[in-house]
């Protein structure tokens, strides 16, 4: 049964896999996971704020982003988001946004829910005291959280916000409903192309297990290491 497999194909179409699918797929990673850490700190110092309507407008973003089917998501910010363009820039036409930029604006807007609530703990695991002591320095709410509360809370989460990170590469291959060449897409692509579906599905979770554990592996040194370091 082997015999009939055709694992050359691989090799012929390396470059491709790499070059185009590969790179797409941890460029999509590495900037989602950027700003989705940005706006998820955001949204969690609105979730922790003292007034009135923020916490509510920060935590009826994240019940409703995580509670929506993620590709459901992806489809819904490809077909708004020349509209929302069009509407914000007064132009007479939708916007053309791109499938690159749609996924990447899905995929923050999205995955802030969720690393909103990994920031809201860390934060939250900060004793209070460190935030008396800093008042009581003279230093404002913008220069405790910037220079005492965040950096402790982003240490501690580090392990956290890592596996996310990893869910979040691994969550990309979604974007293939949109016909975008990422690494799964672009190895389905030559798999139905060359007629190649055993190997390269093969190749492409191969791929993904390979990252993913390496990943997986250095979260859990740094893990034990931040352990140590307490």
Known sequence: MLGSFDFDVI???LPY?????????????ALATLGGIVLGTLIALMRLSS?????????????????????????????????????????????AVGAFAS????FTLFEAAYFSEIMRAGIQSIARGQMMAGYALGLTYRQVMGSVILPQAFRNMAP????????LFQDTSLVYVLSIPDFLGAASKVAQRDGRLVEMYLFAAAGYFLISFTASTLVKR?????????
């Open 222 to 230: 740094l893990q034990r290491r931040i352990a140590i370091i307490r």
């Open 103 to 106: 996924s990447l604006i899905t």
């Open 51 to 95: 007034l009135p309507v923020l916490p509510y407008v920060a935590a009826g973003y994240v019940n409703t982003m995580r509670s929506l089917p993620l590709v459901l998501v992806i489809f819904w910010f490809y077909f708004l988001v020349p509209y929302i363009g069009q509407w914000a820039l007064g132009t007479d036409r939708p916007i």
């Open 17 to 29: 896999l790499l070059k185009e699918g590969l790179v797409f797929t941890l460029t999509l990673t």
């Open 11 to 13: 090799w012929r179409t």
């Open 160 to 167: 956290v916000l890592l596996t996310q990170t990893i869910v």
